[in-house]
T-cell receptor, first 113, second 110 residues
Framework: EPEVTQTPSHQVTQMGQEVILRCVPISNHLYFYWYRQILGQKVEFLVSFYNNEISEKSEIFDDQFSVERPDGSNFTLKIRSTKLEDSAMYFC???????????FGPGTRLLVL | RKEVEQDPGPFNVPEGATVAFNCTYSNSASQSFFWYRQDCRKEPKLLMSVYSSGNEDGRFTAQLNRASQYISLLIRDSKLSDSATYLCAVNRNTGNQFYFGTGTSLTVIP
């Protein structure tokens, strides 16, 4: 069964550093998403991406964040100048259409020290 | 008002019990509804989509009540392996983000 993959599984970084989280969505999916989940809290939407551009973003997704689809398979989330409060699990998801089921990757656990 | 609300629980039930969770949503324009299961420190995994006519998958039954703006999940004959957090997710027809509830924690006790 096809699945979303994410790398790395864990990332530890110093405050102020840049991190890039990588995702490979399911191959025939057209919509890609990033969510985050702070420990003990709910899953929160960050951004959605379709046709090589951002289609929707939340208030959390400020200028510190950017997304890119650098090639035909990868989808990345870049966090510039990380802050302590960026520590969370970051999930990538993909779907075939904008209203169908979103399938989640295993997540990257980011710890900012 | 929150987009999606769930009773966080915890629900502690004996094996074999029937347990039901509700999830309310605030936006009447919401179009798609889902139940996900999340194990500790893992990703949400789709349990089932929720259709207007209601749907069943083995021991799991999901229902949608548009008039009252809630969805429900019923688990019959609970198994130890059903222990997890159950998330409801709602998608509006004006965007493609999912709004998640905080999740309802279920522990099935031997």
């Amino acid at each position: 069964e096809p699945e979303v993959t994410q790398t790395p599984s864990h990332q530890v970084t110093q405050m102020g550093q840049e991190v890039i989280l990588r995702c490979v969505p399911i191959s025939n999916h057209l919509y890609f998403y990033w969510y985050r989940q702070i420990l003990g809290q709910k899953v929160e939407f960050l951004v959605s991406f379709y046709n090589n551009e951002i289609s929707e973003k939340s208030e959390i997704f400020d200028d510190q964040f950017s997304v890119e689809r650098p090639d035909g398979s990868n989808f990345t989330l870049k966090i510039r100048s990380t802050k302590l409060e960026d520590s969370a699990m970051y999930f990538c998801a993909s779907s075939q259409t904008s209203v169908e089921t979103q399938y989640f990757g295993p997540g990257t656990r980011l710890l900012v020290l | 008002r929150k987009e999606v609300e769930q009773d966080p629980g915890p629900f502690n039930v004996p094996e074999g019990a029937t347990v039901a969770f509700n999830c309310t949503y605030s936006n009447s324009a919401s179009q798609s509804f889902f139940w996900y299961r999340q194990d500790c420190r893992k990703e949400p995994k789709l349990l089932m989509s929720v259709y207007s006519s209601g749907n069943e998958d083995g021991r799991f039954t999901a229902q949608l009540n548009r008039a009252s703006q809630y969805i429900s999940l019923l688990i019959r004959d609970s198994k130890l392996s059903d222990s997890a957090t159950y998330l409801c997710a709602v998608n509006r027809n004006t965007g493609n983000q999912f709004y998640f509830g905080t999740g309802t924690s279920l522990t099935v006790i031997p």
